[in-house]
């Protein structure tokens, strides 16, 4: 049975400031293991008038200063669009506990700094390959394409070579603002919000 100010979930009682450590947990290994549901969140952006939605991969989290990053192309449009707008929002969701997180926030941008240079000494050869292709992502082509030379397609290239993608690579950072969570369960789901600006922790309606 859960109390008025707690839920339980596989036999845990939680409250409000339980939960919102556990959101932070969920998210620190969501940025360390591959296989965790929250490796790959969709992130949503607005610009030219409509909002843009993609899926995105994890890189770091920092609980203390409620961040998380992901690793773009900065001619991608999502980074043209965070230069004139820097509201973003991500989703997560783990199917296995049925649990959606919600976050909002707002974007910083970095390039040709400490922070992407010790990002880009950390990428793997196979992930380097996404910031050589000779076009900007979301170009047009009138084949079906990678963008990539057949050398860099087949990895034919040295980790000297791949240097030269470094100029393309950018690290989103989000600002956390908020986190929205939800439970999703058969006797009645459960909700709560987290509003880091107000400092307010608080239940919701589903």
């Known amino acids: ?52 939605l993609r899926t995105v991969v994890l890189r770091k989290t920092i609980p203390e200063t409620r961040e998380i990053r992901f690793h773009t192309d900065v001619r991608s449009r999502k980074w043209a669009e965070l230069l004139s707008n820097p509201a973003i929002s991500a989703l997560f969701y783990d199917a296995s506990t049925r649990i959606q997180l919600r976050l909002n926030g707002l974007a910083s941008l970095h390039q040709h700094n400490d922070i992407t240079n010790d990002a880009w000494q950390k990428t793997t050869l196979s992930s380097r390959r996404c910031y050589l292709t000779l076009h900007s992502p979301s170009s047009f082509s009138d084949i079906p394409t990678s963008g990539l030379t057949e050398d860099i397609e087949q990895e034919n290239l040295s980790f000297e070579e791949s240097e030269i993608g470094l100029k393309n690579f950018g690290i989103v950072s989000i600002h956390v603002q908020s986190i929205d969570w939800l439970w999703l369960h058969h006797a009645g789901h459960r909700r709560a919000f987290f509003d880091y600006t107000d400092g307010k922790y608080q239940w919701m309606i589903p």
């Open 1 to 52: 049975m859960e109390n008025s100010t707690q839920i339980t979930i596989e036999n845990i009682q939680y409250s409000l400031s339980d939960i919102e450590k556990d959101c932070w947990s969920r998210l620190v290994n969501g940025a360390v293991k591959s296989r965790s549901p929250f490796h790959t969140p969709a992130v949503a952006t607005f610009g030219q008038k409509e909002i843009s």
